[in-house]
């Protein structure tokens, strides 16, 4: 990233500046990409994931909302295209996909001199009290209003995982404003972000801004669809002037959610749960739908594939970027799944292909690769395709690309005989259509489909975020979590305490949050960098890995944290990667590899 960051970061977390006179100078610094650096980069520092909370509750004011309220924003759901608007350097488009309410939405495109900032002056009336929102998706999106009188505000999230989240900011004019500028942008280099539904509600400032909402009306047609042990599948008809919509279990209010399903977790096996929704928008809440049951069902084991207890997982570089090259008959034989890195987007929404970087593997043709692959199942390995990495632009947000991700990564398989599916999207994922694409693919591929996933240390802090809710729903068909303990910074342990990356504390206090959060032993693996090449921060010897796995299966060679218990089945251990493995002599996979398959 290109600037310095704010001290603290909490996944999910939208962060409110009733002070800031304009938008930050920096974006938080979330973890840094470890893959696909052609030039090897500084890392940076993603501050303590503490929970703060406390210290960062919101300090925007809540508005209410008064008989004559309207919107002022004129063109909020940008259906005009970019009328009333006006974005930077031509970075703003007005696009039919991804929309959060109606047939369009703004999608900007940062660059690495530009942020992608689109503006509206709007009409308000003196010393008043207006609520600025807007749903968002993508990473480092920013809010704000400027003008105001009194202190301008400005609100952004890291990333909304794939889905619309909801930014909200309240701000009050002074004594002889009458209009203010608002924004929203989004950060330099950064992907594109989307906007869609973007309001200044209050006081009728007299510039002619959009009619104010109606409630709307109950979402109908609800229905359960796929269950597991652990979660059910809801879908309803969408409701026209609904901005969101509100599930109910058993009466309380579980989850909030942008479209019309959306996935349950966290309940337990074989047993049944009445569901209601509601619709949402600016004006309130619907009354709940018909309400409608359904079963879990009785509890499995975990999946998926076949592969040795305790394994040891290398990800293969289809690039040249320092470390060495190598054929997949090159990957020494202690690595027993080797993700090949990485598939590519297609133009088509969640689609990916594979394109073999033969000229920069030195001639690596494909029917060798291909042989390649298969001599490695002969001698009991899995290879998969992983998804994603420093570059990944893959987005599943919908049921469409849902199924194209499904079929497109069904199609590598036959094609070059993968065993199955890599995650390791560092730009966020929706957990609701990434499970859907998963057990659509596994509904092909049947039981052998081996499912790996990759997240960032972030991700995994709480079972409410999108990676974890992802592995949970997955859980009956998912074969190992390996979380990147790197190009972190500073993270809570299971006890609640904080520990710094780079020891064994922080290996075995953050795979307990796994571990207690849900996930069997099996799906739980440690992943490291193979060298101080392989990533920005984070590298620790061998031997710290091989403590940490101690500590944590036998309840010896533990620091100073000491989990309550042990977990025997532990799966095992990951690097990036084996090519910088190979760069310092297979020095980590000597170690490592043999210190796992010898675990109880």
């Not at 973890?31 to 993603?46: D, E, M, N, T």
């Not at 990333?159 to 404003?177: D, E, I, K, M, Y």
């Not at 799906?523 to 101690?550: C, E, F, M």
Request: glycine share 14%.
């Amino acid at each position: 990233m290109p600037r310095e960051a704010p001290e603290v970061l909490t996944t999910g977390l939208v962060w409110t500046s009733l002070y800031a006179q304009r938008a930050p100078t920096s974006p938080p610094t979330s973890q840094l990409p470890h893959r696909r650096q052609q030039v090897k980069r500084a890392s940076g520092r993603i501050g303590l994931a503490v929970a703060a909370a406390g210290a960062l509750s919101m300090a925007g004011l809540t508005g209410t909302a008064y008989a004559a309220d309207v919107n002022n924003a004129k063109n909020a759901g940008f259906e005009s295209g970019l009328a009333n608007w006006s974005c930077t350097a031509g970075s703003g488009a007005a696009v039919s996909s991804p929309v959060h309410g109606g047939s369009a939405a703004l999608k900007a495109s940062p660059s690495g001199s530009d942020t992608g900032q689109c503006v509206q002056t709007v009409a308000v009336k003196p010393n008043s009290t207006y609520t600025l929102s807007s749903w968002v998706q993508g990473s480092y999106v920013y809010l704000g209003a400027t003008g105001t009188g009194t202190s301008d505000v400005s609100t952004w999230t890291p990333g909304t995982g794939g889905g619309w989240n909801q930014l909200s900011t309240t701000f009050r004019t002074g004594a002889s404003t009458t209009s203010v500028q608002i924004y929203t942008h989004g950060w330099y280099g950064q992907p594109a972000y989307y906007a869609d539904d973007i309001s200044v509600f209050g006081p009728d400032g007299g510039g002619g801004g959009d009619p104010a909402p109606t409630i709307p009306a109950a979402p109908g047609g609800l229905a359960v669809g796929s269950v597991s042990s652990s979660s059910v599948d809801l879908s309803w008809g969408a409701v026209s002037n609904a901005t969101g919509y509100n599930v109910y279990r058993d009466g309380a209010k579980v989850q909030s959610v942008s479209g019309g399903s959306a996935t349950v977790t966290g309940l337990s096996a074989s047993t049944s749960y009445q569901f209601q929704v509601t619709a949402t928008n600016a004006a309130g809440e619907s009354p709940r739908s018909a309400a409608v049951t359904g079963k879990t069902s009785a509890t499995g084991t975990p999946g998926g594939g076949t592969v040795p207890k305790h394994a040891v997982t290398g990800y293969w570089q289809n690039f040249n970027n320092g470390a060495t090259v190598q054929k997949i008959s090159d990957v020494p034989a202690n690595y027993d799944i080797i993700a090949v890195s990485f598939a590519d987007a297609t133009g088509t929404p969640g689609g990916v292909t594979f394109n073999l970087d033969t000229n920069g593997l030195g001639g690596y043709g494909v029917e060798q690769f291909k042989a390649d692959i298969a001599a490695k199942h002969a001698a009991g390995k899995s290879v998969i395709i992983s998804i994603g990495g420093q570059n990944g632009t893959v987005s599943i947000n919908d049921s469409t690309s849902a199924t194209n991700f499904a079929n497109s990564v069904y199609s590598l398989m036959q094609t070059y005989g993968f065993d199955g599916v890599d995650i390791d999207l560092e730009n966020g994922l929706n957990s609701t259509y990434m499970t859907q694409a998963l057990r659509s693919l596994s509904s092909k591929a049947g039981s052998k489909l081996v499912i790996t996933m990759a997240p960032q240390t972030i991700d995994m802090q709480s079972t409410s975020g999108e990676y974890f809710k992802t592995a949970l729903n997955i859980k009956d068909i998912l074969t190992v979590v390996n979380m990147q303990y790197y190009n972190s910074g500073s993270m809570l342990g299971c006890d609640g305490k904080v520990y710094s990356q780079g020891s064994v504390d922080f290996l075995t206090a953050l795979a307990c949050i796994q571990l207690q959060g849900g996930l069997d032993p099996s799906q739980v693996g440690l992943g490291l960098p193979a060298s101080t090449s392989g990533a920005g921060s984070g590298y620790v010897s061998p031997s710290v890995v091989n403590a940490a796995l101690d500590c944590l299966t036998a309840g010896t060679n533990c620091g100073s944290f000491k989990p309550s218990r042990t977990w025997p089945g532990l799966r095992g251990a990951m690097t990036w990667s084996t090519n910088w493995d190979a760069k310092s002599g297979n020095a980590w996979s000597n170690a490592v590899g043999p210190h796992v398959h010898a675990l109880p």
